[in-house]
């Protein structure tokens, strides 16, 4: 999942709309629920699935986790988390910002440590592959660095990929409004009109539209801006039908998805006990977004929170490739520590020596080219 500054940026008033409320400088309740979303998922990969992880322990993970594996197997919901926070803070550091700096601001945040990342991916598919699966082309590597692999129909280096082309037709959805200026009329339109057309689109044949309004991940990004709305202005009769009606779209797809899997795929999950969990993330961002938790300023999570990115996208590939190298050597429990300690570390080196000076190299030349071309305007 993308990693964005939860910093409160300078209040402007919205016409026709309640009057913006000052908030706290920085969220650090939505760094830590975002480390616990990227740790679930770590977690689901690595203990919780035993169609994937068996040809890397070489035995089900139920056998050598009987307890953990009950709970992670339930972890791939982080996913569902990371969204709600993505509508959250994505209109958060929207807010102000031209379309130029909403894009440039996006590209910076996503792209750097995401071409290391698939840059691993290939090492590890050529130096560790796993003797099972065939390694994606040449032509697939390539296509990966688009993170548009999904549209051009080139295969995942990671599976976690999938994930962020969500997120990018997110941002190109979101665009439009930014495009228009960010208020609070607007904004709100723009939740329920998407809202509705991720309902509608389920009745016809319409390829495009499905792609940017699928119902449980558009009900996930309109609850996480509605309630972001609610953290600037407060809430109001209008957000709370908007939350309620997200919440009720995302409770219908989540449990038939959920029951998909459990019938299709063999994955043991109770929809329910599924639906009650996503419903506590929502409670979580609920409270961020009315303030309850202003108090939680311990400033280490957002260190821990800058490695949420890296760790996302590191962690499936080379953590396998780490459990099969490590397993036979010091047994389960201590490569499931050794293992995401490694991925721990390396995920603040990426963020360190990576993301940091890349982001810094880029934005200054997007600055001095922007420079030029005002100066040239200018005669």
């Not at 130096?127 to 995942?156: I, W, Y």
Request: hydrophobic letters at 55%; aromatic letters at 14%; a positive charge.
């Amino acid at each position: 999942m993308s990693q964005t500054d939860v910093t409160v940026p300078a209040q402007q008033e919205a016409p026709a709309a309640p009057p913006a409320r000052e908030g706290a400088t920085r969220l650090y309740a939505l760094d830590a629920l975002r480390v616990v979303a990227a740790l679930s998922v770590l977690l689901f990969h690595f203990t919780g699935v035993d169609a994937a992880t068996k040809a890397n322990w070489g035995v089900n993970p139920k056998e050598l986790f009987p307890w953990l594996f009950p709970v992670t197997s339930y972890g791939s919901y982080g996913v569902q988390l990371f969204f709600i926070i993505s509508g959250f803070v994505i209109c958060l550091s929207a807010w102000g910002r031209t379309p130029g700096q909403f894009v440039q601001a996006r590209f910076l945040r996503l792209f750097p440590a995401y071409w290391f990342s698939v840059v691993v991916a290939v090492l590890v598919w050529r130096g560790m592959p796993d003797g099972s699966r065939k390694a994606p082309s040449v032509s697939e590597s390539l296509t990966n660095l688009t993170m548009f692999q999904v549209p051009l129909s080139a295969r995942h280096l990671v599976g976690a990929y999938w994930t962020l082309w969500v997120e990018l037709t997110f941002y190109l959805v979101f665009l439009v409004v930014v495009w228009k200026g960010l208020d609070y009329v607007r904004v709100s339109v723009f939740c329920w009109l998407w809202l509705l057309a991720s309902i509608l689109v389920q009745q016809d044949d319409v390829p495009l539209v499905g792609i940017f309004a699928q119902p449980l991940n558009t009900a996930l990004f309109v609850s996480g801006i509605a309630m972001y709305l609610m953290y600037r202005f407060g809430p109001d009769l209008k957000l709370w039908g908007l939350l309620g009606a997200s919440w009720l779209v995302m409770q219908s797809d989540l449990v038939q998805h959920a029951d998909h899997l459990r019938h299709d795929k063999g994955m043991d999950r109770d929809p329910y006990l599924a639906l009650a969990l996503v419903t506590v993330f929502y409670l979580l961002v609920l409270a961020v977004a009315l303030h309850k938790l202003d108090r939680v300023g311990w400033r280490w999570l957002s260190t821990a929170g800058a490695l949420v990115y890296p760790l996302y996208l590191l962690h499936e590939e080379l953590g396998w490739a780490l459990i099969r190298t490590l397993y036979g050597h010091v047994g389960a429990w201590a490569t499931l520590g050794i293992t995401t300690a490694l991925l721990l570390g390396l995920s603040w080196l990426v963020h360190r020596f990576v993301e940091k000076p890349t982001q810094r190299w880029l934005r200054a030349a997007l600055e001095k080219e922007s420079a030029k071309r005002a100066a040239a305007a200018r005669g």
